[in-house]
């Protein structure tokens, strides 16, 4: 499994966000939250994947700038967790909710256990 996030694994569009926010399940392991839903668009990949760290916990863009590259890396690293437990494709929406700055190597561990409680929500 390669760990890169090419540009068609990236969740663009307005419409899949929107029903995400609508219809989609989550799983949260603190600080950290999945938002998935299973959708079946047109690319040869087996998921999409959007990050955001919100204004109201970080004011400054260099700040959620930061938190949102360490998602992406964190996700880019341990993807291989999630496509494990994929039988169809998903969207999924990665945040990061709070206003504690946890180190790279926090945000890495919660992310495994994120992912893990992801598989395990998936295949029951």
């Not at 994947?49 to 204004?55: E, H, I, L």
Request: include cysteine; charged fraction near 30%.
């Amino acid at each position: 499994m390669d760990n890169s996030y090419p540009k068609d694994e990236k969740l663009k569009s307005k419409k899949i966000i929107d029903l995400l926010f609508t219809e989609g399940k989550s799983v949260g392991k603190y600080p950290l939250r999945l938002v998935y839903i299973p959708y079946d668009f047109e690319e040869d990949v087996p998921l999409k994947m959007g990050v955001s760290v919100s204004k109201k916990y970080f004011k400054k863009a260099v700040d959620r700038n930061y938190y949102k590259r360490v998602l992406r890396e964190c996700y880019r690293l341990n993807k291989s967790q999630l496509t494990v437990h994929l039988n169809q494709k998903y969207c999924f929406m990665f945040f990061y909710q709070t206003a504690d700055r946890l180190t790279y190597e926090e945000i890495v561990l919660k992310t495994q256990q994120l992912f893990e409680k992801f598989g395990k929500s998936v295949s029951q």
